[in-house]
């Protein structure tokens, strides 16, 4: 039973249990060189894309196209070999020259050569059954012919070293189209194949299947599933395993004859796919063999306040809660501020939890934290009562000794989230940067086990854990991502926050390509490190993908009006809160360097013998009311380092996740000790990194406060339902607070003024109002365009709600 289920769901994603690797090429037009073509396979064979190929439009979708090399014009400082600026010499021997990107001119390689690079960890191309040899298999793909006068390369696979032998197993078209050739060099075998020379000439897509029967040594050659003449029988054999090996779609191994065409949906199979003529294969994607489905996002009320709110006229304002977040919903005041309300710490929970972690509440009220497991995979540990951890077996065997894991991948740099427009099989979403690879979405039906989509999400490098939420104000998916395109005053790395949106998470998201001008004008906007590289993409070399630069807006970063010199975002940890609408709240990890920045006198902290780090982090608390323009609260900090006078914790993390239970908001924290040096923190590798529940009160993350001698707040106009005024507040012993309604013309309300108010004194997470003569009922106020005055004196206002009750 449990093979025909994963058959069933391999079969969904347009491969079966013998599909070497699927490359659907569906990645975005426009997509820089080094970012990498997905393969939607199993076994997750991706290739980078070369300054010769490009992504187009497709049979399916889109695809690849072997292009001349775009030119390419480096600025910067950089003459990093290792992210391909300066080439190093020819080893002894050697005719080729080193990849770097001045030659990066092929257009989809994986490679487990070019040692001097940067490298996503290609698999060895001779190590898997891309390595055609003596067994059945299937290469398969669609073609529309283009413009070209020679040879034409489908892939070659070679031992390598590239280009300095003919130890290799390639498939060409002649230039005069009327056969292919498949090479294979441990048989000493050349294949003509003959095609059909019209189809291949023509402008439209044709689909090409080449099928080779091992117990035969047979290849047979389909034209949109029409056997073509058959060449002669010729045995075959796999490549020996290189060490340098290399696999190269669309031109040879030194870059040269390509394609003229473009390829989609390329496949092959460990089996004999065709048999006898055929109809040519629908597309094996899941998104385009069957019909679209039209989206129906979740729709909330909608915003009150922010950008795409109205701007004009009372707010109606209705029986929503209201949060004191920020002045948002206030006129004028005096003797009032904001202030955050730093959570109480509770208990040590964990004792060594590692990476950026996800809180998450299942169905049955399991409490779920994924972690950074072995080889940065996702572990999970889950709690009923949220003191109280353990290990679930998930009875899927070891991996690295562990029996939690739910996904083996090197991940770790993203938020599993539960999302409410999904089917049942995809529900549960995880979102992650694979570890010098892309961004992509995984999904699973029970949060237990996910799968990778078959396409990237956003195709850049992920930095820093990525944080993705739906938003149900704006009916839109919602990303923080971080970006290293900024410099700090003292021109090193300054890590900020973009923001991405879209309201389709399966398929590519829109980001904004950076054009020389658009870096141009950034430049005048923005501090931009003086080592920059630019082009930015060119930032980890041709073989893996870059991070993120100018592509989206940003969204978080130090501000120079608040922030010392020489201070990070390092991850924004942003919430939609779910027990109030108009409320966004971020817990941002915020980076002080040691290192760089700042006088002599602050730089020696980050000295080695001071063990110290390079640098300490704070968790501060940040708020909007649409997710698009934030105000951050640096004072005090929502979680400050060192929590115990001790200074023995200097690097603090929020677990992203809220959990409500009864009238506290749980949150978690993780923490790192310094006493030595670790990559930009304070963090000492191998440390243990402990975990902490922490409590705040129910809506109680910012108070609009009152001073001790008294100050009061006018809101703006609004219009209310309900007979109930209640609200959340803190007086204290000797505080209080009185409330009382203005009409339209901004008299007092006769029944309802501040002075007919009895007073409010004590502590009450939802305690309601009430006057004089009035009493609590304020009905007759309901449908009215009225003002809200609060006196407060030594009070703390976090919440409001106008109710039926």
Not at 177 to 199: C, G, M
Not at 407 to 415: I, K, S
Not at 605 to 629: F, H, I, P, T
Not at 644 to 670: A, C, K, P
């Amino acid at each position: 039973m449990k093979k025909l289920l994963l058959f069933s769901l391999l079969a969904t994603y347009g491969f079966c249990d013998d599909t070497i690797a699927l490359w659907l090429f569906d990645e975005p037009e426009g997509l820089y060189p080094s970012c990498l073509l997905t393969d939607a396979g199993p076994h997750y064979y991706d290739l980078a894309l070369g300054r010769g190929g490009r992504i187009v439009p497709g049979r399916f979708g889109r695809a690849l196209e072997p292009c001349p090399p775009i030119p390419l014009e480096i600025r910067g400082e950089s003459r990093s070999v290792l992210f391909g600026i300066t080439p190093p010499p020819k080893a002894p021997g050697r005719t080729v020259e080193p990849l770097h990107w001045g030659n990066a001119t092929f257009c989809a390689l994986a490679t487990v050569g070019e040692k001097h690079l940067r490298s996503p960890n290609f698999a060895n191309p001779t190590e898997t059954r891309l390595n055609l040899g003596a067994f059945d298999w299937t290469v398969e793909f669609w073609f529309l012919p283009g413009e070209g006068t020679g040879d034409g390369v489908v892939f070659e696979i070679g031992e390598g070293p590239r280009g300095e032998n003919e130890r290799v197993t390639r498939l060409l078209l002649r230039a005069d189209r009327t056969a292919f050739e498949l090479y294979n060099d441990p048989a000493r075998a050349t294949i003509v194949i003959p095609s059909d020379a019209k189809a291949l000439r023509s402008n439209s897509w044709h689909h090409l299947a080449f099928v080779y029967d091992a117990a035969q040594s047979r290849l047979r050659h389909y034209v949109d599933g029409v056997l073509q003449r058959l060449p002669g029988p010729a045995p075959l054999r796999a490549l020996n395993r290189g060490d340098e090996a290399y696999f190269s779609v669309g031109r040879d191994g030194r870059f040269e004859r390509p394609l003229p065409g473009r390829l989609d949906e390329l496949r092959f199979s460990a089996r004999q796919v065709y048999r006898e003529n055929f109809q040519p294969p629908a597309s094996f994607s899941q998104r385009y063999r069957e019909p679209k489905p039209s989206l129906s996002l979740k729709a909330g009320p909608p915003l009150l306040f922010g950008r795409e709110a109205p701007r004009v006229g009372p707010v109606r304002l209705g029986s929503r809660k209201h949060l004191f977040l920020d002045d948002a919903l206030v006129e004028e005041m005096q003797g009032v501020r904001f202030v955050p309300n730093p959570p109480r710490w509770a208990e040590k929970v964990a004792e060594d939890l590692r990476g950026h972690l996800s809180l998450v509440e299942d169905e049955q009220g399991v409490l779920r934290i994924y972690y950074r497991g072995p080889r940065d995979s996702l572990a999970v540990i889950t709690s009923r009562d949220g003191v109280r951890w353990e290990k679930p077996d998930l009875g899927r065997g070891e991996f690295e000794g562990q029996r939690n894991i739910v996904l083996t991948e090197p991940v770790g740099l993203g938020n599993v989230f539960v999302d409410p427009n999904a089917p049942p099989d995809c529900r549960w979403k995880y979102f992650s940067g694979i570890r010098r690879r892309s961004m992509f979405v995984f999904c699973s039906a029970d949060g237990w086990s996910f799968r990778r989509h078959e396409t990237v999400a956003l195709p850049f490098a992920g930095g820093s854990q990525s944080i993705i939420y739906y938003d149900d104000q704006r009916q839109l998916y919602v990303g923080h991502h971080r970006a290293d395109y900024g410099a700090t005053r003292a021109g090193a790395t300054e890590r900020r926050y973009g923001l991405s949106e879209t309201k389709d998470l399966m398929e590519p998201w829109p980001y904004q390509i950076a054009t020389p001008e658009r870096t141009r004008q950034e430049a005048l906007r923005q501090r931009i490190k003086s080592f920059a590289l630019d082009p930015w993409w060119l930032d980890n070399g041709p073989l893996s993908p870059p991070g993120l630069g100018i592509e989206l807006p940003t969204v978080f970063g130090p501000d120079d009006r608040l922030d010392p010199p020489g201070t990070d975002i390092y991850v924004t940890k942003v919430v939609k809160y779910p027990w109030a609408p108009d409320a966004y709240l971020a817990f941002p990890a915020v980076y002080f360097h040691y290192e760089e920045d700042g006088p002599v006198t602050r730089q020696i902290l980050g000295r080695k013998e001071r063990q110290r780090g390079s640098g300490v982090v704070e968790v501060q608390l940040a708020v909007s009311r649409d997710g698009l323009d934030w105000k951050r609260y640096p004072r005090p900090a929502y979680v400050p380092i060192g929590f115990d006078g001790s200074n023995r914790i200097h690097m603090l993390f929020m677990t992203h996740g809220l959990v409500r239970r009864g009238n506290e908001i749980w949150q978690y924290v993780g923490g790192h000790g310094g006493n030595g040096i670790g990559y930009h923190s304070a963090w000492v590798k191998g440390a243990p990194s402990p975990l902490w529940r922490m409590v705040q009160r129910l809506d109680g993350f910012v108070a609009a406060e009152g001073d001790y001698t008294g100050g009061w707040l006018v809101t703006r106009p609004l219009i209310f339902e309900g007979n109930r005024l209640v609200l959340n507040i803190d007086t204290g012993a000797v505080g209080y607070a009185q409330v009382g309604f203005l009409d339209s013309s901004g008299a007092p309300i006769p029944g309802y003024s501040v002075d007919e108010c009895i007073y409010i004194n004590g502590d009450f997470l939802a305690t309601e109002v009430e006057w004089l003569k009035k009493g609590v009922d304020v009905s007759e106020l309901a449908g009215r365009v009225v003002q809200v005055v609060f006196r407060l004196r030594g009070a703390r206002l976090y919440a409001m709600q106008f109710e039926k009750r």
